[in-house]
């Protein structure tokens, strides 16, 4: 073949077209019967062990990845002002795309008018999960216990605790200074595992999408087609116009370079159905192939995975109105205010996991009086909708961290432009003596 190798980005897409049609093969022949070979060997077998075992190193990566390179990051930093502007500018940019993502698709849902007229028998088996309140959220960012905090993959306080302790670091001055070269040392070690973990991706990816594809299969979508036609449809017009139009708009950069190297990122986020777990590939992506420096990506990525969730903020809105539409309720000016206030402190407090969007609506239809049993409605299209909307999210993460980098001068800009820049080729595991 040319000699030329394959990038992993192509094997990627590689391994989710193949996922996508071995998945479908196995629903619409009807081979993952329960008890049959294919359905206990295969489907949860073997593709549920390999697609899990990934996941599992994805989110091992995370709490030390984090940990590490934000010490670096403030650290390298060296300027507290600095680190309180890039927090104060990508905290305003994260609400602010979050509410344009949820105005935006309120709009379009009401404009297609989905769900009006239409009879379905409403299934009231939703239990309702409380979204943590506001006022907890901000007192959680404190961990009163780091170890613990990391234990649990609690971001926030993690990122508090982190930050603090770089802070301190750079405070005591040159006694720690082998400590900060140690933390350095250990990040490009965390970052040298993201790489040897993505090698196995193409493998993963199709896993983790064949096993959906397969115990999904498509006829599901029929019943709710109008859902989630204008649900993909919001998303798609997100991330391709609005996100790209914030990003050119405030960065003044290539759009298309950046759709084509969020790829990957979007791949993951896709199979792993969390922003959260997505970090490393996130993390990754935005400083090698972005070219943004570690002092802001080691922030904005894992800040923006737990903050950021423009894509779960427009099915809220879709949702809401197919749902008041179904059940025949008139919602107001002041009620969509509402919605959109509370979608937004809803995910602030909620973490970027598979499922949680569902969640924060619950909370968002409590607010403006909606029936919370409708979510019932849209839960069988929830799982592959919330594969779709954790792809939107991250792009989100990192177009805001590509916009702050920019602001504050922390991007190289041959990187950014360079399209190999840190392209991982399928060569194996290389060991540097
Ligand atoms: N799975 C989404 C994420 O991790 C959150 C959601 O919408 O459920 O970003």
Do not use: W
Not at 13 to 30: D, K, T
Not at 240 to 258: C, Q, R, Y
Not at 290 to 301: D, E, L, Q, R
């Amino acid at each position: 073949m040319g000699g030329k190798k394959m990038s992993l980005t192509v094997k990627v897409l590689l391994g989710m077209v193949l996922g996508i049609l071995v998945g479908l093969i196995i629903n619409l022949l009807h081979l993952n019967a329960a008890g049959s070979f294919i359905n206990e060997y295969i489907v949860n077998g073997l593709f549920h062990v390999t697609g899990k075992l990934f996941v599992n190193a994805l989110k091992m990566l995370v709490v030390p990845l984090v940990v590490f390179s934000l010490i670096c990051g403030v650290c390298g930093i060296g300027d507290i002002r600095l680190l309180g502007r890039v927090g104060g500018k990508s905290f305003i940019l994260y609400l602010a795309t979050t509410a344009i993502a949820i105005a935006t698709a309120i709009l379009i849902a009401v404009t297609f008018n989905i769900g009006s007229g239409m009879d379905i028998p409403t299934s009231s088996n939703f239990v309702v999960k409380e979204a943590p309140p506001l006022t907890q959220v901000l007192i959680d960012i404190i961990p009163t216990n780091p170890i613990k905090a990391m234990a649990d993959g609690d971001m926030l306080p993690v990122i508090f605790f982190s930050i603090l302790l770089g802070i301190s670091m750079l405070m005591v001055g040159k006694k720690a200074e082998s400590f900060i070269e140690g933390a350095e040392i250990a990040n490009e070690i965390m970052m040298k595992m993201v790489t040897i973990i993505m090698t196995v991706a193409p493998y993963a990816v199709f896993a983790l999408i064949a096993k959906a594809v397969a115990t999904l299969g498509i006829e599901f979508l029929s019943s709710l087609a109008g859902y989630v036609a204008v649900l993909v449809g919001a998303l798609m017009f997100h991330l391709f116009v609005t996100l790209m139009a914030i990003l050119k708009l405030f960065s003044g950069l290539n759009p298309l370079t950046f759709l084509k190297k969020i790829r990957n990122v979007q791949v993951f986020a896709f199979s792993t159905s969390s922003s959260n777990a997505t970090i490393p590939v996130t993390m990754r992506t935005v400083t090698q192939r972005f070219g943004v420096n570690n002092s802001v990506a080691s922030f904005t990525v894992p800040f923006g995975a737990t903050i950021n969730m423009d894509g779960t903020a427009i099915m809220q809105g879709v949702a809401t109105v197919f749902i008041a539409n179904v059940y025949g309720i008139d919602l107001t000016i002041g009620q969509y205010l509402t919605i959109i206030l509370f979608s937004v402190l809803a995910s602030i407090g909620t973490a970027g996991v598979p499922g949680v969007g569902l969640i924060m609506l619950s909370m968002v239809f409590t607010q403006v009086g909606l029936p919370v049993e409708g979510i019932g409605l849209i839960m069988g299209v929830d799982r592959l909708m919330d594969m779709i909307r954790t792809a939107v999210n991250v792009s989100g993460d990192a177009v805001v961290s590509t916009i702050v980098a920019k602001s504050e001068n922390k991007i190289d800009l041959a990187t950014y432009n360079d399209p190999d820049a840190g392209i991982i080729d399928h060569s194996p595991v290389i060991l540097n003596k």
